[in-house]
Nanobody
Framework: QVQLVDSGGGLVQTGGSLRLSCTAS????????VGWFRQAPGKERDIVAA????????FHADSMKGRFTISKDNGGNTIYLHMNSLKPEDTAVYYC?????????????????WGQGTQVTVSS
């Protein structure tokens, strides 16, 4: 199975930027999909973005489209989430996640492998 380590969170001011990273190890396949969820206290977990292992498919949630960009190193095992124009509403724990197929990720079917989570705090 895929093991994930995510990092890159921190404290930034409104309008600032962060880059989260997620390094995958273990068994990955061309059908593997990796992405990010976030969860704020008292809120449900929301999908942020997803990318297929081959980088042929990308998804960004509408509320973050244009501000957040998911990418992957060519031929590598590291996935990035570039976050720009951050808002206080973006404050959450961000979790890298991976599952076997594109449809399983976007339908939240899983099963997922999870990173440990990284805290993003945007101050106003």
């Amino acid at each position: 199975q895929v093991q994930l380590v995510d990092s890159g969170g921190g404290l930034v001011q409104t309008g600032g930027s962060l880059r989260l990273s997620c390094t995958a190890s273990g068994r990955t396949f061309s059908s593997t999909t990796v992405g990010w969820f976030r969860q704020a206290p008292g809120k449900e977990r929301d999908i942020v973005a997803a990318i297929s292992w081959t980088s042929t498919k990308r998804f960004h949630a509408d509320s973050m489209k244009g501000r957040f960009t998911i990418s992957k190193d060519n031929g590598g095992n590291t996935i990035y989430l570039h976050m720009n124009s951050l808002k206080p509403e973006d404050t959450a724990v961000y979790y890298c996640a991976a599952t076997r197929t594109w449809s399983a990720f976007l339908t939240n079917t899983g099963p997922f492998s999870w990173g440990q989570g990284t805290q993003v705090t945007v101050s106003s």
